[in-house]
């Protein structure tokens, strides 16, 4: 059953343009969590917040850039996309406590031409 | 360091046999070791985790070993069956109060052929 929900699922856009992907979680979550995986199906961890603060920030390129209204949404916006950043993004929440599992989104994938 | 380095990255069996996934990590710190699987065209899904003060666990016909000392944990599938062909990854972190900082292993592709 599908608790994390991501939109768009797929999105082809040409080199330079401003890319936003919207994440919500109906679990009553305090973190989210995006991650990139690459076509080698590498999961690397991009950005997480926790009560709408920032607490981990991977060293990802500056065009990238987390938003948050509340803890249930968050949203990843790339200003000016480039060719490597064809990936799937993959949202995701935790819920409070250590050792927590992660609850995936379905993904979204990016292709850019 | 931070990495988990995960292997065979491919890995193909018979069914009905074990199939065997070894991971290692670097931060001696990491105190939390999932696993997750993840089907073509799906998310990835945990399947099943151990922490730091456990050397063994097992749910059903899957079983994990985590050897502290070594810096060394893996998955076993017994009785593998074709619903068990997808991507697997190990992961480690340090499970905090407030989030969980998980690094991923690099993937082991599973294909259990009849």
């Known amino acids: 059953e599908t608790a994390v929900f991501q939109t768009p699922n797929y999105h082809v856009t040409q080199v330079g343009n401003e890319v936003s992907f919207n994440c919500k979680q109906t679990?009553?979550?305090?973190?989210m969590y995006w991650y990139k995986q690459d076509s080698k199906k590498l999961l690397k961890i991009m950005f997480s917040?926790?009560?709408?603060?920032?607490?981990v920030n991977e060293t990802v390129p500056r065009r990238f850039s987390p938003q948050s209204s509340d803890k249930a949404h968050l949203n990843l916006r790339i200003k000016s996309v480039e060719p490597e950043d064809s990936a799937v993004y993959l949202c995701?929440?935790?819920?409070?406590?250590?050792?927590?599992?992660?609850?995936f989104g379905e993904g979204s994938r990016l292709i850019v031409v | 360091g931070e990495q988990v380095e995960q292997l065979p990255s491919i890995l193909r069996v018979q069914e009905r046999s074990s199939a065997s996934i070894n991971c290692t990590y670097e931060?001696?710190?990491?105190?939390?070791f999932p696993w997750y699987k993840q089907e073509p065209g799906e998310n990835p899904k945990l399947i099943i985790d151990?922490?730091?003060?456990?050397e063994r666990k097992q749910i059903q016909g899957l079983i994990v070993l985590l050897d502290k000392k070594a810096k060394r944990f893996s998955l076993h599938i017994t009785d593998t069956q074709p619903a068990d062909s997808a991507m697997y990854f190990c992961?480690?972190?340090?499970?905090?109060?407030?989030?969980?900082?998980?690094?991923f292993g690099q993937g082991t592709s599973l294909s259990v052929v009849p």
């Open positions: 931060n001696s710190a990491s105190n939390y």
């Open positions: 992961a480690a972190g340090i499970a905090s109060s407030s989030f969980s900082k998980l690094v």
């Open positions: 917040y926790n009560n709408k603060q920032l607490i």
């Open positions: 995701a929440s935790s819920p409070p406590g250590g050792g927590n599992t992660l609850y």
């Open positions: 679990l009553g979550h305090d973190t």
């Open positions: 151990i922490r730091s003060n456990m």
